[in-house]
């Protein structure tokens, strides 16, 4: 089975927030990691988290770690139409979400 | 900067040849690469992790007589699937790690498109 799991869909308009959701298994991992996949492209590191912290704020981008929940999120503010892409999130090297699609309408 | 390159992007090949894909970091010393396969809306499977010089470490369940991995040098390391059956066909990608950046970033390349028929 998976051990990271996110929603695969995401729709949101234009100037709105996006978050996007992910669970993982493995509370071991020392960072956590967004990764943004554009067609026919390689992914490209968004954001990371130490597994220490809570939250990490970077521009548009909040990430928010409850390892209590095992529950890592990224809120993308004031989203426009470049952000549509795959994200994906990840324990270390080893352990991938399947990506959740996020298309952003006008 | 950390550029990471594959070649080809995209292969078709018979049942039963190998294919060799390359992966290559363009602007920097990879001392590690990793090898992912990706299935269609599903995640990315880590298959091994190469380093430079010596042999490369798989994953449980991927077989290593089947994907061979040779990180030959800090900027190539090359993924070849031999005798290659229609269930192998998937999207392969490979990542680097750049030691100057840190040892938690990886950069990743575009990905091949193995079909075999």
């Known amino acids: 089975g998976e051990d990271v799991e996110q929603s695969l869909f995401l729709s949101v308009r234009e100037g709105d927030s996006s978050v996007i959701n992910c669970t993982y298994t493995?509370?071991?991992?020392?960072?956590l990691y967004w990764y943004k996949q554009e067609p026919g492209a390689g992914l490209q590191l968004l954001t990371y988290i130490f597994s220490n912290m809570d939250m990490k704020q970077d521009q548009r981008l909040t990430v928010l770690l409850n390892k209590k929940d095992k529950h890592l999120s990224l809120r993308i503010a004031d989203t426009q139409t470049g952000d549509s892409a795959i994200y994906f999130c990840a324990q270390g090297e080893l352990s991938f979400g399947a990506g959740t699609t996020v298309t952003v309408r006008a | 900067g950390a550029v990471v390159s594959q070649h080809p992007s995209r292969v078709i090949c018979k049942s039963g040849t190998s294919v060799k894909i390359e992966c290559r970091s363009l602007d920097f010393q990879a001392t590690t690469m990793f090898w992912y396969r990706q299935f269609p809306k599903q995640s990315l499977m880590l298959m091994a992790t190469s380093n430079e010089g010596s042999k490369a470490t798989y994953e449980q369940g991927v077989e290593k007589d089947k994907f061979l991995i040779n990180h030959a040098s800090l900027t190539l390391s090359t993924l070849t699937v031999t005798s290659a059956h229609p269930e192998d066909s998937s999207f392969y990608i490979c990542?680097?790690?750049?030691?100057?950046?840190?040892?938690?970033?990886?950069?990743f390349g575009p990905g091949t498109r193995l079909t075999v028929t």
């Open positions: 493995d509370s071991s991992s020392t960072y």
């Open positions: 990542s680097a790690r750049d030691p100057q950046r840190g040892s938690y970033e990886q950069y």
